[in-house]
């Protein structure tokens, strides 16, 4: 489909000319749930108390919210109906077996930034879509993938307009409920990723725990014009990673969320599956770059489905800076004089 007429198709009519049938009818599925999980978070407390702890923390450890558990609850129906053979969601232990033999197994986040439901700040669902054998199922690897085989990915972010983030492997899109209809329709073909961006997000209150190559690049963005970068830099940090990756396709820019000296977060904090791969692909699609510092995420492959990562994403000039800091593994400007106030990597 030309891409000035594909702007202001519906999603659905989109997806049956540019995706497999497969494909299609579950990111459908997901996208049609996520209109009825907007329309309860746009009533907020009207709705009940969505951010109240409920029962038990989930599988990770992290307190479930009203939100969470019904946001599980309709997507795992939804998939169900979609046809998809499995499922893995982060309010979940274990996969779920929706059907025998092979197909599409779908790694969802239900609900991003829960912990932003009581403070009226942008959520989201991320998802991702992976196709499997009968016997990868059988053998519990139909997860244990490298990002690189994804056959499809995206996001919702429930903000001042729903927005659907998605890639079929072919550019990344994005879709925005028409809420007068009660459907997505496409708004923008092939988005790229804008290098030179002043912008990036990072959590400044962990720095204390950062690695030092982390710490020196920041160090490097906040003295902004009278240090090496010469020139000023802002910081933007949601805590919401859709609200985040949303940001940086508008208007580029880089995320970090690094691994650090704490106990738990040597790994980092999110999870390689369904937060991970499916922006690092998304992000690659539009033409940036996603690491977890070093390496490529789309290469690495989790080998358990709550499986955390460092995570860095975003143009890929930003990206492969912070790459750089890290092989170099910069200590401080004072301690290596070869890479100091405007040493090689600095300028």
Known sequence: ????????????????????PDVAGIISAIAQTSVLIAQTIRRGA???????????????????????????QRFMEALRY??????ISEE????DILRAGGGLVVAIDPLDGSSNIDT???????FSILRASEEELASGAAFRKPGSAQAAAGFVIYGPQTSLVFSIGAGT?????????????????????????????????NYRHWHPPVQAYIDDLIEGADGPRGKNFNMRWIASLVADAYRIF??????????????????????????ANPIAFLVEQAGGAATDGVNRILDAVPQG???????????????DRIRRYHLENIQSAEDSPLFGRRGLLRV
Not at 1 to 13: E, K, R, W
Not at 92 to 95: D, E, F, L, N, Y
Request: proline residues 3%.
């Open 305 to 319: 489905i709550h499986d955390r990562i460092p995570f860095v994403f975003g143009s890929i000039d930003k990206v």
């Open 1 to 20: 489909m030309a891409g000035m007429q594909a702007i202001g198709t519906d999603l659905t009519s989109y997806l049956a000319r540019e995706a497999s």
């Open 173 to 205: 899109h994005f879709a925005t409920l028409d809420v007068s209809a009660g459907q997505f329709r496409m708004t923008q073909l092939s988005v790229h990723v804008l290098e030179g961006s002043p912008e990036f997000a990072i959590n400044a209150s």
């Open 46 to 72: 009207l709705e009940g108390a969505l951010g109240a702890q409920v029962g038990a923390a989930n599988q990770d450890g992290d307190a479930q919210k009203a939100l969470d558990v019904l946001a599980d």
């Open 82 to 87: 979609a046809g998809a053979a499995a499922v």
């Open 250 to 275: 508008v208007r580029g820019g880089v995320f970090l969320y690094p691994a650090d000296q704490r106990k738990g977060y040597e790994r980092g904090r999110l999870r390689h599956l369904y937060e």
């Open 92 to 95: 979940q232990a274990k996969p």
């Open 120 to 126: 009226n700040v942008s959520i989201g669902t991320i």
